[in-house]
């Protein structure tokens, strides 16, 4: 049995039609089952062309197909209004309404066709374009809408008609057609060429092709112009044909003709997107220099709006006199034999200041081979004139002066580095961000630490100043090699002949020499201490009022470790770590309860050994407050993630667990059981580590872990393992560089120009986010030459009994003494300290606060480097006076 369609007839004069009786069939809504309502009026559609049908009415002319509708011989044995159900036998395309209004749809039959997407490829890209909307306007049906009609079926495209303006333009602006036929040929039902201004008016518009249908020029006329048409916003004119083929040739061609170029300016959008979101300052022109195209970023960089630079020839902007007089010609004479230029380059920005930048000029080719186009790539090189005008301050003040020994630039750059803070410290209490940014910058670009590659990057620095443009630009990519590989370890033995550094260096930066005999060390594991006259607190609410009064001040720099270590009877990170973690939604971020975080905490703090002098829980608890410190300032806040605060304490928590007390460099030279088991590499951190995850995982009563899913476990792992290495101290200098490079350079370049003080830098760069955590950790561990005083002289008394007893040790054992200035009858604690700050503290912590912002830490960090100094001079004057006797 065959389909029944049926053609109804609204009183609107709208045609619509029906499909078969399928439960999804639009006839079963309810507009349908009132009867024939009239849907959107003077519409209806042709759908998907890549339904199987039956081959028998692929021949049908145009007219005979719409004489056998009219008839109601569509349908074998069926009639005009006949409802029957469609047979199974019956596949074919339908026609129906595009609008919200439901209306039913009528299944044509044509030849067998397969629609599918068209692969388009422009330059690099490669698109793919859905089959071809086609949207026919015709008033009544003819045989030029039935060849339209037919043409599009033959090409497989999706075609829609529509009776009125009203209905046309509403079915284009839900379909978006690439190709419109408006019927030209008489006004007495609608002005074509209004319909026309009107669809161009819509925005969907710009890359749709309207083909006007126009009526065949008597002989006894000339031909009219086209140019009304195009006026009224038509791409092209078809002399009225109803063939199917002559309509088929006109669509085809204009799908491979304009409709492709449309496509391909549509997907060039996406293009002009990212440009607009490049961080980088781009510039397109014309090969006669020209400037076509800036985006936002080359606006901000040079101070113009691109509505002041659009359409304006190169020369006509202001140049710099910094560059070399041949500089211009030489750029000119590579990009116009089509080859790309880079290297460095003043620009002069609309405020009238020259800025210096790294530029890439990239000549485009086009059609016949000509260069069509020239795309510029500029970005802000690290060194500006500002940072120029500081490095020379430094040259000339002899700050790094090759000729003066190592201990009189230290004392030189301490000095100086005390009188910027005391002069900064003389303004208001809220000084303004240039101000107060400009000595720590200051700082960053005349860092003085002793690496080679320091050395090298700044002796390369100063070479490009002058250099040739070829030079420069090879500088620059030795600059890109050396600032991204493991060149950073100091070399031994040459920073000067102060043998309190030199002991420094070699107790903490190397793993020691190897003894040759078979004695080995090997320490005593923790055996946990009890504690029973003090019980352990349920929740943080629990916590007796004496050490809760004092964690009331936790947030603050100066808050007392020692007083919380004596009131908690040598316990003060349990009670710490509840406060901290609480405040930090430790336990919300794990998902687990606070009873099981008590009970890890308890774990980890049993496993420090009290008996140390200096690595003992309580210092483990004051590198945990340091960083919960340096959490709250707003650029690290704003440049880190929870996971990365939750793995920072946690971190810092467990990074010294079972601490023997000694060196690696001790340990390793003992043989000592984790020195082979770690093969004299990062031996102690590699141990507090993985102990750390072992104590936690053993017990499901203190395992913090338990309840998080594996990737982020795996990933919260992985950043606490880094972060305990990297306060190994080995690579010190190397993270320490990376920072400064990585993280304070660019910063600089970019505040210089900003007023913004919270630039999240680290903010979706993860390797930029690893070294915030490095130097946060690195800088939490060693912060006691920047706590208030008597914290600091407690911190230092500590360190040194517990290296004055490793040094004992050493000679009982016969083992080479790897700081012997650590004697406990010769030692000098002042020397020690003012050693350790000039070598370790300054540069790490110039470069932290320059990032950071604190000025509380780096004022102690003066003080107390006076209070070393001091101590010293007064020392070595009682030493030079003569005897009274």
Known sequence: MGCAPSIHVSQSGVIYCRDSDESNSPRQTTSVSQGPAAPLHGLFVQTDAADAIPPSRASWPPGAARGRRARGELGSG?????????????????????????????????????????????????????????????AKEDSQSDGFWWACDRAGYRCNIARTPESALECFLDKHHEIIVIDHRQTRNFDAEAVCRSIRATNPSEHTVILAVVSQASGDYEEASVLPLLHAGFNRRFMENSSIIACYNELIQIEHGEVRSQFKLRACNSVFTALDHCHEAIEITSDDHVIQYVNPAFERMMGYHKGELLGKELAELPKSDKNRADLLDTINTCIKKGKEWQGVYYARRKSGDSIQQHVKITPVIGQGGKIRHFVSLKKLCCTTDKNKQIHKVHRDSGDNSQTESHSFRYKNRRKESIDVKSISSRGSDAPSLQNRRYPSMARIHSMTIEAPITKVINIINAAQENSPVTVAEALDRVLEILRTTELYSPQLGTKDEDPHTSDLVGGLMTDGL???????????????????????????????????????????????????????HKRPLVYLGLKVFSRFGVCEFLHCSETTLRAWLQVIESNYHSSNAYHNSTHAADVLHATAFFLGKERVKGSLDQLDEVAALIAATVHDVDHPGRTNSFLCNAGSELAVLYNDTAVLESHHTALAFQLTVKDSKCNIFKNIDRNHYRTLRQAIIDMVLATEMTKHFEHVNKFVNSINKPMAAEIEGSDCECNPIGKNFPENQILIKRMMIKCADVANPCRPLDLCIEWAGRISEEYFAQTDEEKRQGLPVVMPVFDRNTCSIPKSQISFIDYFITDMFDAWDAFAHLPTLMQHLADNYKHWKTLDDLKCKSLRLPSDS
């Open 514 to 568: 190897r003894r040759l005999s078979g004695n080995e060390y090997v320490f005593t594991k923790n055996v946990p201490q009890s504690h029973s006259h003090l019980g352990m607190p349920v929740t943080i609410n629990d916590v007796p009022p004496s050490i809760a009064q004092l964690l009331d001040n936790e947030e603050s720099w100066e808050f007392n470790i020692f007083e919380l270590e004596a009131v908690t």
């Open 78 to 138: 069926s009639s005009a209004g006949s409802t029957a159900p469609a047979a199974t036998t019956c596949r074919g395309r339908s026609r129906h309404c595009c609008s919200s209004a439901e209306a039913e749809t009528q299944t044509s039959y044509t030849s067998v066709k397969q629609v599918s997407s068209a692969e388009v490829r422009i330059g690099p890209m490669r698109l793919t374009q859905d089959p071809i909307q086609v949207l026919l306007i015709f």
